[in-house]
Nanobody
Framework: QVQLVESGGGLVQAGGSLRLSCEASGSFFSIRAMGWYRQAPGKQRELVATITSGGSTNYADSVKGRFTISRDNAENTVYLHMNSLKPEDTAVYYC???????????????WGQGTQVTVSS
């Protein structure tokens, strides 16, 4: 059974830093890309950053220059280093992975349970 488990969330003051981690475990045959999304109360889930197996990255404009996504392919783990945090970064952060559970199926998107990040003023 495929699982994504996030960790590293918490409470931090504005201007501070946090590092989120996500490990993909279970019956993954391969993972094409992993990423982070976030959702604040009453708002839609939005993309934060993604990284492919080859290391290509994309970031939301709101986090460029402040957040860095990285990946350990051997361990199927993705990280999100968050610097210069702002109150508007407060949200539940969700890890996702695009991968295949076997060579005979198309890639699908999988989600973690989310981890809370709260940035105080």
């Amino acid at each position: 059974q495929v699982q994504l488990v996030e960790s590293g969330g918490g409470l931090v003051q504005a201007g501070g830093s946090l590092r989120l981690s996500c490990e993909a475990s279970g019956s993954f045959f391969s993972i094409r890309a992993m990423g982070w999304y976030r959702q604040a109360p009453g708002k839609q889930r939005e993309l934060v950053a993604t990284i492919t197996s080859g290391g290509s990255t994309n970031y939301a404009d709101s986090v460029k220059g402040r957040f860095t996504i990285s990946r350990d392919n051997a361990e199927n783990t993705v990280y999100l280093h968050m610097n210069s945090l702002k109150p508007e970064d407060t949200a539940v952060y969700y890890c996702n992975a695009v991968g295949r559970v076997s060579s005979s199926v198309a890639p699908l998107m999988y989600w973690g349970q989310g981890t809370q990040v709260t940035v105080s003023s």
